[in-house]
């Protein structure tokens, strides 16, 4: 009987292609993930612009994400709560927020005539590492939010939609906004390389901005009340996944980092299921065929898809290469 603890892929729901009906290019795509994730399956398209479902595995490979900012989390003792999908306009209102961004609000009002909002962040609502080894730290400007400071988390990709600048001398890493689109190192006067990168994660430096206007305050030892200094960050959890598909893959098949799945789809052939296994992005896919089992010392084929490599091995080989990579 299979392990509840083990994927089998005959129990996961997988569309062979989402994009729209008739032709592959019914909708435009801007980037290698998008691309990918639609044809392979993993998101499917709904009607407007930049609306889409997440199907079983792009759901799982989420969860992971989740999973590695949770353990995170966890390990600084840290406590998750779930906060309300909509609030009211009364905190934007103090804190000026609600007439400054305008028309980029989702502002609703109720049968009491109300009003509301669907927030794009609840850093003013609430007053309370694991990123990518390659993750540039990238000054940037503090933009609509407000503070004093302001850093952001950036992968280098050749079809993000951000441009960040790079100084080889001192090593300054800012946003081109925040160098105020000038090409000069403002440190050490070095001409600093520009490249496009995808922005993953934010982290905030609020100072006072949101707690004097909202009278958040905290007592001192000697009984004095100061408002509270505030920080906030963000990671891009969806964004995040995409970013690393468009990093990582191939313009035909997608890299994901390792893990354990059976192909045990009788119904299919060896040679389709392998073929499916590289374009769905396993970094290594083990065939166990039906001639190994037929010599005194069974061999396994150990595909090796990311550096196209193909290897003949026993188990004890096997345990030994896994060991090691």
């Known amino acids: 009987?299979?392990?509840?603890?083990?994927?089998f892929l005959s129990k996961v729901f997988q569309p062979s292609i989402s994009r729209p009906w008739k032709t592959a290019s019914a909708?435009?795509?801007?980037?290698?993930?998008?691309?990918l994730l639609l044809d392979n399956g993993l998101i499917e398209h709904v009607a407007g612009k930049g609306l889409y479902h997440y199907m079983p595995l792009c759901?799982?490979?989420?969860?992971?994400?989740?999973?590695?900012?949770?353990?995170?989390?966890?390990?600084?003792?840290?406590?998750?709560?779930?906060?309300?999908?909509?609030?009211?306009?009364?905190?934007?209102?103090?804190?000026?927020?609600?007439?400054?961004?305008?028309?980029?609000l989702f502002k609703i009002t109720g049968r009491s005539q109300r009003n509301g909002l669907l927030p794009m962040s609840h850093a003013r609502r609430v007053y309370h590492r694991r990123i990518p080894a390659d993750a540039l730290y990238v000054q940037a400007g503090v933009g609509s939010i407000g503070g004093t400071l302001s850093?952001?988390?950036?992968?280098?990709?050749?079809?993000?939609?951000?441009?960040?600048?790079?100084?080889?001398?001192?090593?300054?890493?800012?946003?081109?906004?925040?160098?105020?689109?000038?090409t000069t190192c403002s440190n050490c006067k070095q001409e600093m390389k520009r490249a496009r990168s995808?922005?993953?994660?934010?982290?905030?430096?609020?100072?006072?901005?949101?707690?004097?206007?909202?009278?958040?305050?905290?007592?001192?030892?000697?009984g004095q009340r100061h408002p509270i200094?505030?920080?906030?960050?963000?990671?891009?959890?969806?964004?995040?996944?995409?970013?690393?598909?468009?990093?990582?893959?191939?313009?035909?098949?997608?890299?994901w980092p390792g893990d354990v799945a059976f192909d045990d789809r009788s119904n299919r052939?060896?040679?389709?299921?392998?073929?499916?296994?590289?374009?769905?992005?396993?970094?290594?896919?083990?065939?166990?065929?039906?001639?190994?089992l037929q010599k005194?010392?069974?061999?396994?084929?150990?595909?090796?898809?990311?550096?196209?490599?193909?290897?003949?091995m026993t188990h004890l080989e096997l345990s030994y290469y896994f060991g090691s990579v």
């Open 1 to 7: 009987m299979p392990s509840s603890g083990c994927t």
């Open 27 to 35: 909708i435009e795509t801007v980037s290698r993930s998008q691309r």
């Open 59 to 104: 759901v799982r490979a989420l969860e992971k994400l989740t999973q590695i900012v949770r353990d995170e989390m966890d390990s600084l003792n840290a406590s998750m709560l779930s906060l309300s999908t909509l609030c009211d306009r009364y905190s934007w209102e103090k804190s000026g927020r609600w007439a400054e961004l305008g028309s980029e």
């Open 151 to 182: 850093h952001e988390y950036h992968l280098l990709g050749s079809s993000g939609e951000n441009h960040i600048l790079l100084c080889s001398r001192c090593g300054i890493q800012v946003t081109e906004e925040f160098n105020s689109h000038s």
């Open 198 to 222: 995808h922005e993953i994660g934010h982290t905030f430096l609020l100072g006072t901005r949101y707690s004097s206007p909202l009278q958040a305050r905290f007592q001192d030892k000697n």
């Open 229 to 255: 200094y505030m920080g906030c960050y963000g990671i891009g959890l969806s964004r995040l996944l995409a970013a690393l598909l468009d990093v990582n893959s191939t313009e035909d098949e997608i890299r």
């Open 269 to 292: 052939s060896v040679g389709h299921r392998l073929r499916e296994a590289k374009r769905m992005g396993y970094p290594f896919v083990v065939v166990v065929n039906k001639t190994a």
């Open 296 to 312: 005194p010392v069974p061999l396994l084929e150990v595909h090796d898809i990311n550096n196209n490599q193909l290897f003949h």
